[in-house]
């Protein structure tokens, strides 16, 4: 078993900022990929961004990408998400999940791809 734990989130002015971080515990850590997701009040789980556990190779949603900015510490199993820029919009509980299987790029879009998700942090961005 995995245990991701996310840190970070709060309450902030639009045009701010925050960075979120997901730490892993657990068992032998040696994921494929870590995303970030994110859900509003009704509507559902969506995906933000992922990064690959190596290589650099790094994928965001249209309404995040040049806003924030995905990485990763691997001698710290750890998983950052900087969200500058933040819009009302962006008011959500952030979720961050393991991905454990290689597959197509694609899949890093789709929930049911991840294996372990974490318990979420609230951001609440106020205009």
């Known amino acids: 078993q995995v245990q991701l734990a996310e840190s970070g989130g709060g309450l902030v002015q639009a045009g701010g900022s925050l960075r979120l971080s997901c730490t892993a515990s657990?068992?032998?850590?040696?994921?494929?990929?870590m995303g970030w997701f994110r859900q509003a009040p009704g509507k559902a789980r969506g995906f933000i961004a992922a990064i690959k556990w190596s290589g650099n190779s790094t994928y965001y949603a249209d309404s995040v990408r040049g806003r924030f900015t995905i990485s990763r510490d691997n001698a710290e199993s750890t998983v950052y998400l900087q969200m500058n820029s933040l819009k009302p919009e962006d008011t959500a509980v952030y979720y961050c999940?393991?991905?454990?299987?290689?597959?197509?790029?694609?899949?890093?879009?789709?929930?049911?791809?991840?294996?372990?998700w974490g318990q979420g942090t609230q951001v609440t961005v106020s205009p």
């Open positions: 657990g068992e032998t850590f040696s994921p494929y990929a």
């Open positions: 999940a393991l991905k454990l299987t290689p597959s197509y790029d694609y899949t890093l879009w789709l929930t049911d791809e991840y294996n372990y």
